[in-house]
C-alpha cells in the first residue's frame, strides 16, 4: 500500500508570524481522521517553530534544501545534522527552482541526496522537464535521465526513504497543469522505469506525487489517477482554505 502525501512547498514566503497564522489556520482546518499523510515545508528560519507548533499533529515538517557536506566552511549554508538536530527529518531535492537558478546539477543533487539518506531523512525528489523538452517530444528521456542520474545508483534499501515529485516545469506557477492524462502517463512511465530498475517492490511501493498549478478545483481529477499518489504544492500552500481543499480532494 502506498502512501497517500500532500505536501506544501513555501518557497520563499511567510516571515515568523505569518507562518505561525498559517500552520494554527491549517491545525484548524485539516481533518483529523484522513491517511493522508501532510508535508509543510517553510523557509529554514521558521523550521524550528514550524516543528514546534505541529508537534502533536499530523503535519510533518519538511526542509526546502540543504548542503551536502556535514559542515564546515560554506557561508549561509544549513547540513542535515542541523536540521535532524531540530527535529525535521524530511527534505525535499531537486527542486526545478535550485535546479534552474541555483544551478544544481544531477550530480550535486546526488550527493545531496547520499548526505540525507546517511542521516536516515526521507527525501521529496523533484524532478520534471521544461517546455523544450516536451516540445521536442523528449520529456521521458529528460526525466528518466534525472531518475538515474539523481537516485538509481541508490541500494534497494533506501527506496523506503524516497518519495518522488514529479514536477514539469511548464506547470509551476504559471496556472498552466499538466491534463489528468499527461500526469497519468507520466506518473505511469515513471513507475515502470523504477520497476525496470528495482523491481515491483520498490515501484509498487513509492508514492510518486504530482506537482504544478494544483489547485483545490483540478486536484481531484489529477489525484484520481492510479498512479498519482498525491501533490507537492507550491502557491495554493500558502492559503490555508486552498491547501485543505486539497487534502480532501486527495
Ligand atoms: P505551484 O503549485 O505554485 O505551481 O508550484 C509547484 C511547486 O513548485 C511545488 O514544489
Not at 516571515?15 to 500552520?23: P, V
Not at 534552474?100 to 524532478?127: G, P, Q, S, W
Not at 514539469?168 to 500526469?183: C, D, F, L, R
Request: aromatic residues 8%; charged residues 25%.
Amino acid at each position: 500500500m502506498r502512501t497517500k502525501i500532500v505536501a506544501g512547498n513555501w518557497k520563499m514566503n511567510k516571515n515568523a508570524e505569518q507562518t505561525e497564522d498559517l500552520i494554527n489556520e491549517l491545525i484548524d482546518k485539516l481533518p483529523t481522521d484522513t491517511d493522508v499523510k501532510v508535508v509543510i515545508a517553510p523557509t529554514f528560519v521558521n523550521l524550528a517553530s514550524a516543528v514546534d507548533h505541529t508537534e502533536f499533529t499530523k503535519i510533518r515538517v519538511a526542509a526546502q534544501n540543504m548542503h551536502q557536506a556535514e559542515g564546515g566552511a560554506f557561508t549561509g549554508e544549513i547540513s542535515a545534522d542541523m536540521l535532524k538536530s531540530i527535529g525535521v527529518n524530511t527534505v525535499i531535492l531537486g527542486h526545478s527552482e535550485r535546479r534552474a537558478y541555483f544551478h544544481e546539477t544531477d550530480a550535486l543533487i546526488a550527493n545531496k541526496v547520499e548526505t540525507a539518506l546517511k542521516h536516515e531523512m526521507t527525501i521529496i525528489f523533484c524532478f520534471g522537464e521544461e517546455l523544450k523538452d516536451r516540445s521536442t517530444n523528449s520529456h521521458f528521456n529528460i526525466v528518466e535521465g534525472q531518475l538515474r542520474d539523481g537516485i538509481f545508483n541508490l541500494p534497494e534499501s533506501a527506496w523506503s526513504n524516497i518519495i518522488l515529485a514529479y514536477e514539469p516545469v511548464w506547470a509551476i506557477g504559471t496556472g498552466e497543469t499538466a491534463s489528468p492524462e499527461q500526469a497519468q502517463e507520466m506518473h505511469e512511465f515513471i513507475r515502470e522505469t523504477v520497476r525496470k530498475q528495482y523491481g515491483s517492490q520498490v515501484a509498487d511501493d513509492v508514492s510518486i506525487l504530482y506537482g504544478g498549478s494544483v489547485k483545490p478545483d483540478n486536484a481531484k481529477e489529477i489525484f484520481s489517477k492510479p498512479d498519482v499518489d498525491g501533490g507537492l504544492i507550491g502557491g495554493a500552500a500558502l492559503n490555508a482554505n486552498d491547501f485543505v481543499g486539497i487534502v480532501n480532494a486527495m
